[in-house]
Structure formats: structure tokens, C-alpha cells
């Protein structure tokens, strides 16, 4: 489309010149007055073919206008955790002899509470591991498969602070055995959000009582969960499962998150993050170079996941990723 326009119009460059003013920021009405004002003339040469080819272009410049208002707007940040601004990730460089240097989410389970107490920048350390596989979840005939069955401490409670339409926050993840739903899980198992104190049958066939509703994730959410499995149901002598992969510091199966005392702080936790697990990690040196980043912007530093595909990193590639695809249907001259 764009194409026969500038062949109709022979007004290849000057489509050109538009669409990268369009992207650089510049006033919009001077420059599409200018645009159409030079175009003008040749427009009356052949009205009816040009104007299908106009009203497509006009069309799609305005939808491009609205999705670059929207973004600027960022009504996303509206939807975030309160304090989302000092919610940290740790992710890691995986850095290996001879090899390309990768990134990873995953962190050892033993980190988040190492980081609590050896970090005084940090006011709160939480770690969730989300299920590989698919686990059903079954009360009295109805039955629920998810992919999203995670293990949480109560800290990520303290981190998130996920909104409790039923049950205690401070309680609801303290105990093996203990489980929270999302309000969509809790309707499709038991049809109702009122059912603190009753049972399900989750991963393994354990029995698991149920100590709190919370309202969905939001789409932004840095954590997309279904349900909250206490962590002290992984531990040894917990009764219900002794995963021991997940307590340690060899696996990597965790995601870890930080609450700093302040913003601003990132530098100064990022600097001391090494040295504390070097201390707990002696046997280990140089294999991962760990650091923290904000939730609020996802992939701004190894392109892992993040809070979501909106936001700041969004806002910034759509501008020029419009601009070269629009300068990629026009023909050079």
C-alpha cells in the first residue's frame, strides 16, 4: 500500500523524510501540514487512486499515533505491586571456560534467605519455584490442571502483597501443608472464593488445606501463579514432600526476588551480592556472576523475563521498530 502511494504520487523521498520525522519526535501537525501541502498537486492528478492509498496511509499513521499515546501513558504501572520500584530479580550470567556467556532466571533456594541476612540493604528476600510439569489439583469430583503449581515462602506475600479476598497473609504460607488459590482457581474447584479451611488434593496426592484467596495476577504481574504451595512443604520432615533440589545451593530451579529498603539502592546491593554468596558458595568461584533487575523494567539488561511486554522497554522499541518497518515497503528511489 504504502508502495503505490509513493509510486502514484512520485514521492518516494518525501514519504521517506516523513516517516523518519514521524519517529524522531518531531511536531506532528507542522509536519504533516508540510507533508500534504507538497503532496497536494499531484494528489489532483489522479484523485480516486490516490485516495484509497491515503486513506490506508492516514489510517495507519493514526493507529501508530494512539499505540505510541498509549504507551506513553503507561497505564500498566497502575496495575503493579505496591513498592514495585524496589522489586529486584536476581538473575545470572553463566559464565564457563571457553564458552558463550548465557543468561538464566534460576537461582539456587537457599539464596533468599542468605540474601535476607547477610544484605542490610535488603527488607525482604522471597523465592517461588514454579512446577515443570502439569499437576492436578482434585476436590470431591472436580478436578483443575494447571502449569502454573507453585512453591512460595511467606515472604513472597511480603514482596507482592497479592490483594487477600479470604485468609491472613501473614499466616497463609507459615505450615506445610498450607495453600493458596487465585479466585479463578478457587471458583473452579470449589465454585466459590469462601473456602479457607477446606482441602484439595495437589501435586503428589498430598492433601493440602486451603489458608487464603487472593485476586488473579494481573497480566503485568512479574509472577503469573494459579496457586501458592508453602515452601515448608518441600523441607525434609515436613510430612508432605522432601525435595531437597529445591534447598540447597546446587540447584538452580528458584526465582528470587529482593524488596530493598530503597530504590535507589540496586548499585550498592548489586556490588555486595557476590561476596555473600561467595561466602556461603566457597566451592564455586567465577561459574556465575549474579545480579538484580527491576521488575518494572523487564530485559533492559539480559533480555530475560521480566514483569511483562509492556512498560518502558516496549514503549521505547515501538517507535523505531514502526519506523523501520514502514521505511521497509517503500522502494528506494
Known amino acids: 500500500m504504502f508502495t503505490l502511494l509513493a509510486q502514484s504520487l512520485n514521492y518516494k523521498d518525501q514519504l521517506k523524510q516523513l516517516t523518519v520525522l514521524l519517529f524522531c ?21 489522479d484523485k480516486t487512486q490516490v485516495a484509497a492509498a491515503s486513506g490506508s496511509l492516514l489510517f495507519g499513521l493514526i493507529a501508530v499515533l494512539l499505540a505510541s499515546a498509549f ?27 571457553g564458552e558463550e556467556r548465557l543468561p538464566s532466571i534460576k537461582t539456587p533456594g537457599l539464596m533468599a534467605p542468605a540474601l535476607a541476612t547477610g544484605m542490610p540493604e535488603v527488607e525482604a528476600a522471597a523465592r517461588i519455584m514454579i512446577w515443570p510439569e502439569a499437576v492436578t489439583l482434585g476436590n470431591m469430583g472436580r478436578n483443575f490442571t494447571t502449569n502454573r503449581w507453585s512453591f512460595a515462602d511467606p515472604a513472597f506475600l511480603q514482596v507482592f502483597k497479592p490483594e487477600f479476598i479470604q485468609g491472613n497473609a501473614a499466616t497463609a504460607l507459615n505450615k506445610p501443608g498450607q495453600i493458596v488459590l487465585t479466585e479463578a482457581a478457587a471458583r473452579k474447584l470449589f465454585g466459590s472464593v469462601h473456602i479457607v479451611g477446606q ?10 488445606t486451603v489458608s487464603g484467596v487472593v485476586k488473579n495476577p494481573t ?27 529445591m534447598n540447597n545451593w546446587i540447584g538452580q530451579t528458584v526465582e528470587t526476588y529482593l524488596l530493598l529498603r530503597n530504590a535507589d539502592q540496586q548499585a550498592t546491593a548489586e556490588s555486595r551480592l557476590g561476596n555473600v554468596i561467595q561466602k556461603v558458595t566457597p566451592g564455586q568461584p567465577g561459574q556465575y556472576a549474579f545480579f538484580l533487575q527491576p521488575v518494572i523494567q523487564p530485559g ?34
Not at 507542522?30 to 497536494?40: G, L, T, W
Not at 503507561?74 to 529486584?88: G, Q, Y
Open 300 to 333: 533492559q539488561k539480559s533480555g530475560t523475563v521480566g514483569t511483562s511486554s509492556l512498560g518502558k522497554f516496549s514503549s521505547h522499541l515501538l517507535a523505531p521498530l514502526s519506523g523501520t518497518m514502514l521505511m521497509s515497503v517503500i522502494p528506494a528511489s
Open 219 to 245: 497480566p503485568q504481574s512479574a509472577v503469573q501463579f494459579d496457586l501458592l504451595a508453602s515452601w515448608a512443604s518441600t523441607e525434609k520432615n515436613s510430612g508432605f514432600h522432601d525435595f531437597r533440589f
Open 199 to 208: 482441602s484439595l488434593m495437589g501435586l503428589g496426592g498430598k492433601i493440602y
Open 25 to 45: 519526535g518531531q511536531n506532528y501537525s507542522a509536519m504533516i501540514r508540510r507533508f500534504f501541502s507538497s503532496v497536494f498537486p499531484p494528489i489532483q492528478a
Open 71 to 97: 504507551m506513553q501513558t503507561e497505564p500498566w504501572r497502575d496495575a503493579l505491586p505496591k513498592d514495585a520500584d524496589r522489586i529486584f530479580k536476581v538473575n545470572k550470567w553463566i559464565e564457563k571456560p
